[in-house]
Protein backbone atom coordinates (compact mmCIF):
# COMPACT_ATOMS: atom_id res chain seq x y z
CA UNK A 1 0.00 0.00 0.00
CA UNK A 2 2.89 2.06 0.78
CA UNK A 3 4.46 1.88 -2.29
CA UNK A 4 1.36 2.29 -4.52
CA UNK A 5 0.83 5.33 -2.45
CA UNK A 6 4.07 6.66 -3.20
CA UNK A 7 3.90 5.74 -6.79
CA UNK A 8 0.37 7.66 -6.98
CA UNK A 9 2.00 10.76 -5.32
CA UNK A 10 4.79 10.43 -7.81
CA UNK A 11 2.84 10.75 -10.47
CA UNK A 12 0.57 13.41 -9.66
CA UNK A 13 3.31 15.89 -8.94
CA UNK A 14 4.84 14.75 -12.53
CA UNK A 15 1.20 15.54 -13.63
CA UNK A 16 1.12 18.90 -11.78
CA UNK A 17 4.41 20.18 -13.08
CA UNK A 18 3.35 19.29 -16.67
CA UNK A 19 0.38 20.99 -16.20
CA UNK A 20 1.86 24.24 -14.56
CA UNK A 21 3.86 24.43 -17.72
CA UNK A 22 1.58 23.65 -19.84
CA UNK A 23 -1.01 26.21 -18.83
CA UNK A 24 1.02 29.40 -19.24
CA UNK A 25 3.41 28.04 -21.76
CA UNK A 26 4.25 26.65 -25.92
CA UNK A 27 6.99 24.30 -26.22
CA UNK A 28 8.85 27.00 -27.88
CA UNK A 29 11.50 29.63 -26.39
CA UNK A 30 11.10 33.26 -26.54
CA UNK A 31 14.54 34.90 -27.05
CA UNK A 32 14.52 38.67 -25.59
CA UNK A 33 17.50 40.88 -26.90
CA UNK A 34 18.51 43.90 -24.98
CA UNK A 35 20.40 46.53 -24.97
CA UNK A 36 22.71 47.43 -21.28
CA UNK A 37 24.11 51.11 -21.44
CA UNK A 38 25.09 53.38 -19.26
CA UNK A 39 27.81 54.15 -16.60
CA UNK A 40 29.16 53.88 -13.08
CA UNK A 41 26.53 55.94 -12.30
CA UNK A 42 23.44 55.47 -14.23
CA UNK A 43 22.26 52.54 -16.15
CA UNK A 44 19.46 51.67 -18.58
CA UNK A 45 17.79 48.38 -20.61
CA UNK A 46 16.30 48.80 -24.21
CA UNK A 47 14.56 45.90 -25.77
CA UNK A 48 16.60 45.15 -29.52
CA UNK A 49 14.52 42.26 -30.32
CA UNK A 50 12.35 39.63 -30.10
CA UNK A 51 12.37 36.02 -31.22
CA UNK A 52 11.14 32.86 -31.42
CA UNK A 53 12.67 29.40 -31.24
CA UNK A 54 11.73 25.99 -31.95
CA UNK A 55 11.81 24.16 -28.99
CA UNK A 56 12.77 25.05 -24.93
CA UNK A 57 15.13 23.40 -23.83
CA UNK A 58 14.87 25.15 -19.99
CA UNK A 59 13.41 23.87 -16.99
CA UNK A 60 9.87 22.38 -16.32
CA UNK A 61 9.19 23.49 -12.56
CA UNK A 62 10.03 25.55 -10.15
CA UNK A 63 9.38 27.99 -12.88
CA UNK A 64 8.29 31.04 -10.39
CA UNK A 65 11.38 30.69 -8.33
CA UNK A 66 14.60 31.36 -8.35
CA UNK A 67 17.49 29.50 -6.40
CA UNK A 68 20.44 32.23 -6.87
CA UNK A 69 19.89 35.67 -6.62
CA UNK A 70 22.21 36.90 -8.99
CA UNK A 71 23.18 40.34 -10.64
CA UNK A 72 20.21 40.78 -11.81
CA UNK A 73 16.73 38.73 -12.38
CA UNK A 74 14.28 38.69 -15.06
CA UNK A 75 10.62 37.76 -14.19
CA UNK A 76 7.30 36.75 -16.60
CA UNK A 77 4.07 37.78 -15.13
CA UNK A 78 0.49 36.63 -17.07
CA UNK A 79 -0.81 40.24 -17.32
CA UNK A 80 -4.42 39.15 -17.08
CA UNK A 81 -3.97 37.53 -13.12
CA UNK A 82 -0.31 39.63 -12.50
CA UNK A 83 0.70 36.02 -11.39
CA UNK A 84 4.08 35.67 -11.93
CA UNK A 85 5.42 32.73 -14.03
CA UNK A 86 8.61 32.49 -14.59
CA UNK A 87 11.65 33.65 -13.13
CA UNK A 88 15.46 33.42 -14.29
CA UNK A 89 18.77 35.21 -12.46
CA UNK A 90 21.80 36.57 -14.29
CA UNK A 91 24.95 38.48 -14.35
CA UNK A 92 26.38 40.20 -17.27
CA UNK A 93 29.32 41.91 -18.23
CA UNK A 94 28.08 45.48 -18.41
CA UNK A 95 27.19 44.80 -14.82
CA UNK A 96 31.32 43.79 -14.11
CA UNK A 97 31.90 46.96 -16.33
CA UNK A 98 30.31 49.41 -14.43
CA UNK A 99 32.39 48.90 -11.43
CA UNK A 100 35.70 49.61 -13.34
CA UNK A 101 37.33 53.13 -13.42
CA UNK A 102 36.97 53.09 -17.13
CA UNK A 103 33.11 53.54 -16.34
CA UNK A 104 33.64 56.70 -14.31
CA UNK A 105 34.65 58.54 -17.43
CA UNK A 106 32.20 57.02 -20.50
CA UNK A 107 28.83 55.54 -21.11
CA UNK A 108 28.87 52.10 -23.13
CA UNK A 109 26.42 49.68 -24.72
CA UNK A 110 26.34 45.52 -23.99
CA UNK A 111 24.09 43.56 -25.87
CA UNK A 112 22.98 40.79 -23.23
CA UNK A 113 20.15 37.73 -24.48
CA UNK A 114 17.99 36.03 -22.02
CA UNK A 115 15.95 32.88 -23.02
CA UNK A 116 12.41 32.53 -21.68
CA UNK A 117 9.14 29.94 -22.16
CA UNK A 118 6.97 31.00 -24.96
CA UNK A 119 3.79 31.94 -23.09
CA UNK A 120 0.68 31.28 -24.84
CA UNK A 121 -1.02 34.89 -23.33
CA UNK A 122 0.14 38.10 -23.26
CA UNK A 123 2.87 38.53 -20.82
CA UNK A 124 4.85 41.25 -18.95
CA UNK A 125 8.64 41.29 -18.58
CA UNK A 126 10.79 43.01 -16.24
CA UNK A 127 14.23 43.34 -15.47
CA UNK A 128 15.59 44.26 -12.46
CA UNK A 129 19.18 45.24 -11.40
CA UNK A 130 21.43 44.59 -8.31
CA UNK A 131 22.65 47.91 -6.70
CA UNK A 132 25.72 48.48 -4.55
CA UNK A 133 23.55 48.34 -2.03
CA UNK A 134 22.57 44.80 -2.81
CA UNK A 135 18.61 45.89 -3.33
CA UNK A 136 17.03 45.42 -7.17
CA UNK A 137 15.62 47.83 -8.77
CA UNK A 138 13.72 47.34 -11.89
CA UNK A 139 15.12 48.89 -14.86
CA UNK A 140 12.66 47.96 -17.14
CA UNK A 141 9.01 46.58 -17.71
CA UNK A 142 7.32 45.23 -21.21
CA UNK A 143 4.76 43.80 -22.63
CA UNK A 144 5.30 41.04 -24.67
CA UNK A 145 2.04 39.56 -27.22
CA UNK A 146 2.96 36.02 -28.45
CA UNK A 147 1.07 36.52 -31.65
CA UNK A 148 3.05 39.57 -32.41
CA UNK A 149 3.72 39.20 -36.26
CA UNK A 150 7.23 40.79 -35.47
CA UNK A 151 8.56 38.48 -33.49
CA UNK A 152 11.58 37.30 -35.54
CA UNK A 153 11.36 32.90 -36.02
CA UNK A 154 14.89 31.40 -35.76
CA UNK A 155 16.33 27.97 -36.18
CA UNK A 156 13.70 26.78 -38.05
CA UNK A 157 16.07 26.25 -40.84
CA UNK A 158 19.80 26.63 -41.58
CA UNK A 159 20.46 25.47 -38.15
CA UNK A 160 24.65 25.18 -37.30
CA UNK A 161 25.78 21.71 -37.89
CA UNK A 162 25.64 20.05 -34.18
CA UNK A 163 25.69 16.67 -32.45
CA UNK A 164 24.86 15.39 -28.98
CA UNK A 165 27.99 13.66 -27.16
CA UNK A 166 26.33 12.88 -23.69
CA UNK A 167 22.67 11.81 -23.12
CA UNK A 168 20.67 12.29 -20.40
CA UNK A 169 18.58 9.22 -19.11
CA UNK A 170 15.46 11.48 -18.81
CA UNK A 171 14.97 14.33 -21.58
CA UNK A 172 12.53 16.56 -19.66
CA UNK A 173 15.00 16.45 -16.63
CA UNK A 174 18.27 16.78 -18.18
CA UNK A 175 20.58 19.74 -18.12
CA UNK A 176 21.51 21.41 -21.63
CA UNK A 177 24.71 22.39 -22.18
CA UNK A 178 25.76 23.83 -25.53
CA UNK A 179 29.90 23.85 -26.28
CA UNK A 180 30.69 25.75 -29.38
CA UNK A 181 33.36 26.79 -31.22
CA UNK A 182 35.23 29.99 -31.52
CA UNK A 183 38.77 30.54 -33.81
CA UNK A 184 38.27 27.24 -35.55
CA UNK A 185 38.13 27.42 -39.65
CA UNK A 186 35.43 24.27 -40.93
CA UNK A 187 38.56 22.34 -41.62
CA UNK A 188 39.66 22.23 -38.36
CA UNK A 189 36.73 20.93 -36.53
CA UNK A 190 38.31 17.80 -35.73
CA UNK A 191 40.30 19.30 -33.43
CA UNK A 192 37.41 21.29 -31.70
CA UNK A 193 35.16 18.17 -31.42
CA UNK A 194 38.53 16.62 -29.73
CA UNK A 195 38.16 19.25 -27.39
CA UNK A 196 34.67 19.41 -26.80
CA UNK A 197 34.33 15.35 -25.64
CA UNK A 198 37.15 16.69 -23.39
CA UNK A 199 35.56 19.11 -22.03
CA UNK A 200 32.31 16.88 -21.72
CA UNK A 201 34.53 14.08 -19.50
CA UNK A 202 36.32 16.77 -17.01
CA UNK A 203 32.91 18.46 -15.84
CA UNK A 204 31.78 15.02 -15.52
CA UNK A 205 34.43 13.81 -13.49
CA UNK A 206 34.04 16.22 -10.62
CA UNK A 207 31.59 15.91 -7.79
CA UNK A 208 28.70 16.79 -7.48
CA UNK A 209 28.81 16.76 -11.49
CA UNK A 210 29.92 12.48 -11.73
CA UNK A 211 26.45 11.69 -9.42
CA UNK A 212 24.48 13.66 -11.83
CA UNK A 213 25.59 12.52 -14.80
CA UNK A 214 22.49 11.34 -16.44
CA UNK A 215 20.58 14.30 -15.82
CA UNK A 216 22.94 16.18 -18.47
CA UNK A 217 22.67 16.43 -22.52
CA UNK A 218 25.63 17.88 -24.30
CA UNK A 219 25.59 19.47 -27.52
CA UNK A 220 28.37 19.76 -29.45
CA UNK A 221 27.83 22.89 -32.38
CA UNK A 222 30.51 23.58 -34.99
CA UNK A 223 29.87 27.21 -35.27
CA UNK A 224 33.03 28.24 -38.30
CA UNK A 225 35.07 31.51 -37.94
CA UNK A 226 36.69 32.74 -41.05
CA UNK A 227 39.99 32.61 -39.22
CA UNK A 228 41.65 30.74 -36.86
CA UNK A 229 43.32 31.81 -33.91
CA UNK A 230 41.70 34.57 -31.91
CA UNK A 231 42.30 38.06 -31.43
CA UNK A 232 44.83 39.55 -28.34
CA UNK A 233 43.92 43.63 -28.53
CA UNK A 234 47.74 43.95 -26.58
CA UNK A 235 49.55 41.87 -29.58
CA UNK A 236 48.19 44.00 -32.08
CA UNK A 237 46.17 40.96 -33.13
CA UNK A 238 42.51 41.10 -34.54
CA UNK A 239 40.62 37.80 -36.00
CA UNK A 240 37.50 37.58 -38.27
CA UNK A 241 36.28 35.00 -35.37
CA UNK A 242 32.62 33.61 -35.40
CA UNK A 243 31.91 35.59 -32.23
CA UNK A 244 34.90 38.03 -32.18
CA UNK A 245 36.07 37.11 -28.40
CA UNK A 246 39.10 38.62 -27.62
CA UNK A 247 41.59 39.28 -24.62
CA UNK A 248 42.41 41.94 -22.34
CA UNK A 249 38.59 42.45 -21.39
CA UNK A 250 38.60 45.66 -19.08
CA UNK A 251 42.52 45.82 -20.01
CA UNK A 252 42.71 42.73 -17.75
CA UNK A 253 45.07 40.66 -19.95
CA UNK A 254 43.93 36.81 -19.00
CA UNK A 255 39.96 37.95 -19.24
CA UNK A 256 38.64 36.22 -22.16
CA UNK A 257 35.38 37.77 -23.19
CA UNK A 258 32.75 37.91 -26.29
CA UNK A 259 30.41 40.86 -26.16
CA UNK A 260 28.93 39.83 -29.35
CA UNK A 261 25.62 37.92 -27.69
CA UNK A 262 23.35 38.21 -30.56
CA UNK A 263 26.11 36.38 -32.87
CA UNK A 264 26.50 33.75 -30.09
CA UNK A 265 22.84 33.29 -29.55
CA UNK A 266 21.93 33.18 -33.41
CA UNK A 267 24.45 30.72 -34.24
CA UNK A 268 22.58 28.02 -31.43
CA UNK A 269 18.97 28.97 -32.72
CA UNK A 270 17.12 25.35 -33.16
CA UNK A 271 19.80 23.48 -30.89
CA UNK A 272 18.53 22.63 -27.24
CA UNK A 273 20.25 24.64 -25.04
CA UNK A 274 20.27 26.77 -22.10
CA UNK A 275 23.72 26.84 -20.84
CA UNK A 276 26.75 27.96 -23.08
CA UNK A 277 30.29 26.47 -23.69
CA UNK A 278 32.94 28.00 -25.64
CA UNK A 279 35.68 26.81 -26.50
CA UNK A 280 38.30 29.26 -28.08
CA UNK A 281 41.13 27.78 -30.43
CA UNK A 282 44.86 29.18 -29.12
CA UNK A 283 47.70 28.68 -26.88
CA UNK A 284 47.30 31.90 -24.80
CA UNK A 285 46.24 31.07 -20.96
CA UNK A 286 42.85 32.74 -20.08
CA UNK A 287 39.06 32.27 -19.98
CA UNK A 288 35.97 34.10 -18.52
CA UNK A 289 32.39 32.57 -17.15
CA UNK A 290 29.18 34.81 -16.59
CA UNK A 291 26.35 33.18 -14.69
CA UNK A 292 23.55 31.87 -17.00
CA UNK A 293 25.39 33.30 -20.00
CA UNK A 294 28.39 32.04 -20.93
CA UNK A 295 31.49 29.66 -20.00
CA UNK A 296 34.53 30.95 -22.23
CA UNK A 297 38.18 29.45 -22.62
CA UNK A 298 41.27 28.37 -24.63
CA UNK A 299 42.07 25.04 -25.28
CA UNK A 300 45.54 25.24 -26.57
CA UNK A 301 46.68 25.62 -23.43
CA UNK A 302 48.20 23.33 -21.09
CA UNK A 303 45.64 24.18 -17.99
CA UNK A 304 42.96 23.98 -20.27
CA UNK A 305 41.01 21.22 -18.45
CA UNK A 306 40.81 22.59 -15.16
CA UNK A 307 40.32 26.04 -16.56
CA UNK A 308 37.26 25.02 -18.22
CA UNK A 309 35.85 23.32 -15.30
CA UNK A 310 36.53 26.57 -13.29
CA UNK A 311 34.49 28.77 -15.38
CA UNK A 312 31.84 26.48 -15.76
CA UNK A 313 31.36 26.85 -12.20
CA UNK A 314 31.00 30.31 -12.87
CA UNK A 315 28.51 30.45 -15.87
CA UNK A 316 26.62 27.37 -14.50
CA UNK A 317 26.22 28.04 -10.74
CA UNK A 318 27.22 32.01 -10.19
CA UNK A 319 30.16 30.34 -7.92
CA UNK A 320 32.53 33.36 -7.25
CA UNK A 321 36.62 33.33 -7.52
CA UNK A 322 38.38 32.83 -4.72
CA UNK A 323 41.48 33.87 -5.55
CA UNK A 324 42.84 37.64 -4.57
CA UNK A 325 45.56 39.81 -5.53
CA UNK A 326 47.22 42.96 -3.47
CA UNK A 327 45.66 44.91 -6.41
CA UNK A 328 43.60 44.12 -9.68
CA UNK A 329 41.74 46.23 -12.07
CA UNK A 330 38.68 44.03 -10.72
CA UNK A 331 39.55 44.68 -7.06
CA UNK A 332 35.98 46.94 -6.85
CA UNK A 333 33.55 44.11 -8.11
CA UNK A 334 32.33 43.62 -4.43
CA UNK A 335 31.38 46.07 -1.97
CA UNK A 336 32.76 45.12 1.29
CA UNK A 337 29.80 46.35 3.54
CA UNK A 338 26.82 44.00 1.53
CA UNK A 339 26.79 40.46 1.50
CA UNK A 340 27.59 38.77 -1.77
CA UNK A 341 25.33 36.85 -3.99
CA UNK A 342 27.61 33.94 -4.60
CA UNK A 343 27.49 30.90 -2.20
CA UNK A 344 31.43 30.39 -2.01
CA UNK A 345 32.73 33.71 -1.00
CA UNK A 346 31.53 36.12 2.09
CA UNK A 347 31.63 39.30 3.91
CA UNK A 348 30.64 38.57 6.91
CA UNK A 349 27.87 40.91 6.44
CA UNK A 350 25.21 37.95 6.72
CA UNK A 351 27.12 34.87 6.82
CA UNK A 352 24.52 33.05 8.67
CA UNK A 353 22.65 32.47 4.92
CA UNK A 354 26.42 30.88 3.40
CA UNK A 355 28.38 27.95 4.89
CA UNK A 356 28.02 28.92 8.79
CA UNK A 357 26.13 25.40 9.19
CA UNK A 358 29.24 23.90 7.90
CA UNK A 359 31.36 25.04 10.22
CA UNK A 360 32.97 22.41 13.54
CA UNK A 361 31.72 23.54 16.43
CA UNK A 362 34.37 26.35 17.66
CA UNK A 363 35.78 26.93 14.64
CA UNK A 364 36.97 30.63 14.73
CA UNK A 365 35.70 33.28 12.12
CA UNK A 366 37.71 34.44 10.86
CA UNK A 367 40.08 31.20 10.74
CA UNK A 368 43.60 31.89 10.55
CA UNK A 369 45.49 30.08 7.80
CA UNK A 370 47.78 28.14 10.50
CA UNK A 371 44.97 26.40 11.68
CA UNK A 372 43.75 25.48 8.60
CA UNK A 373 44.47 21.97 9.08
CA UNK A 374 42.53 21.79 12.47
CA UNK A 375 39.58 23.59 10.30
CA UNK A 376 38.83 22.16 6.83
CA UNK A 377 35.99 24.62 6.10
CA UNK A 378 36.70 28.01 7.77
CA UNK A 379 36.66 31.56 7.04
CA UNK A 380 40.07 32.21 5.27
CA UNK A 381 40.77 35.82 3.96
CA UNK A 382 41.10 36.35 0.40
CA UNK A 383 38.68 35.73 -2.28
CA UNK A 384 36.62 37.97 -4.76
CA UNK A 385 39.78 39.42 -6.28
CA UNK A 386 40.51 41.12 -2.70
CA UNK A 387 43.23 40.42 -0.19
CA UNK A 388 41.19 42.04 2.36
CA UNK A 389 37.42 42.07 3.70
CA UNK A 390 36.30 38.89 1.85
CA UNK A 391 36.55 35.43 3.16
CA UNK A 392 36.78 32.12 1.49
CA UNK A 393 35.47 28.77 3.45
CA UNK A 394 38.80 26.46 2.42
CA UNK A 395 42.56 27.45 2.05
CA UNK A 396 42.15 25.69 -1.78
CA UNK A 397 39.69 24.96 -4.13
CA UNK A 398 38.89 24.64 -7.95
CA UNK A 399 37.37 27.61 -7.80
CA UNK A 400 40.88 29.06 -6.38
CA UNK A 401 44.16 27.46 -8.01
CA UNK A 402 44.09 25.39 -11.35
CA UNK A 403 46.02 22.49 -9.91
CA UNK A 404 43.81 21.69 -6.71
CA UNK A 405 41.49 18.65 -7.99
CA UNK A 406 38.19 19.29 -6.78
CA UNK A 407 35.57 22.04 -5.79
CA UNK A 408 35.61 22.28 -1.73
CA UNK A 409 32.59 20.79 0.05
CA UNK A 410 31.37 24.27 -0.25
CA UNK A 411 30.99 24.81 -3.56
CA UNK A 412 30.51 21.19 -4.16
CA UNK A 413 26.68 21.81 -2.02
CA UNK A 414 26.01 24.64 -4.27
CA UNK A 415 26.37 22.79 -7.34
CA UNK A 416 24.15 19.87 -6.03
CA UNK A 417 21.50 22.20 -4.71
CA UNK A 418 21.48 23.98 -8.31
CA UNK A 419 21.51 20.83 -10.48
CA UNK A 420 18.67 19.31 -7.83
CA UNK A 421 16.70 22.32 -8.57
CA UNK A 422 16.81 21.81 -12.43
CA UNK A 423 16.11 18.54 -12.14
CA UNK A 424 13.22 17.87 -9.17
Not at 194 to 206: C, D, F, G, R
Request: with cysteine; proline share 4%; hydrophobic share 35%.
Amino acid sequence: MRNLLFITCFFLSLLCQSQEFDTYFADKTLRVDYIFSGNSETQTIAVDQLNELPQWAGRNHNLSSSLLDGNGQITMYNLQSGECIYKNTFSTLFQEWVTTDEAKTITKSFENVFLLPFPKEKVKVEISLRNKSGEYITKISHIVTPSDILIHKKGYKNVTPYSIIHKGKDNVKSINVAIVAEGYKAEEMGSFKKYAEETVQQILSYTPFDKYKDNFNFYIVESASKESGLSVPRNGIWKNTAFNSHFDTFYSQRYLTTSRIKDLHDALAGIPYEHIIILANTDVYGGGGIFNSYTLTTTGHKDFKPVVVHEFGHSFAGLADEYFYESDVLDNTYEHNIEPWEQNITTLVNFDSKWKDMLTPQTPVPTNLSDSTKYKIGVFEGAGYSAKGIYRPTVDCRMKTNTYKEFCPVCQRALEQLILFYIR
